[in-house]
């Protein structure tokens, strides 16, 4: 495993823990969003700032892994060869349409579907 997984994995754990960090963060600020006395060990103020710690240092690690992923993306580059796989394929100009209408009669050359024809001036 390389570098660039090992990074993704690192940065898909540190994405994780950031949403539920944020959630469970009250809108108002409020931290956890549980009441309790404030004579607690984690009392809701204390809640508040640590959560906002906690998101800060997150996000700050987040922006950083992406910063350096972009970087080792960047740095290691794509040395293949490009896939020309669903290259267009030669067209005949003209294909013949079985005959339909009288035996012994044959169809006329009709140019193939989505090829051009010059137009005569």
């Not at 204390?46 to 992406?66: K, W």
Request: aromatic share 4%; no cysteine; charged share 10%.
């Amino acid at each position: 495993m390389g570098l660039f997984h090992f990074l993704i994995v690192v940065q898909a754990i540190i994405a994780a823990s950031l949403v539920g960090i944020i959630l469970m963060q009250r809108s108002e600020g409020g931290g956890l969003g549980m009441g309790g006395s404030p004579s607690g060990l984690m009392s809701a103020r204390g809640a508040a700032d640590f959560l906002t710690r906690t998101t800060t240092i997150l996000a700050t690690l987040f922006i950083l892994l992406s910063i350096s992923l972009a970087f080792v993306a960047a740095k290691k580059g794509n040395t293949g060869p490009i896939d020309d796989s669903l290259q267009r394929t030669e067209v005949p100009a003209t294909q013949t349409l079985p005959a339909t209408s009288a035996p012994g009669n044959p169809a006329p050359a009709v140019p193939a579907p989505g090829t051009e024809v010059p137009l005569d001036k």
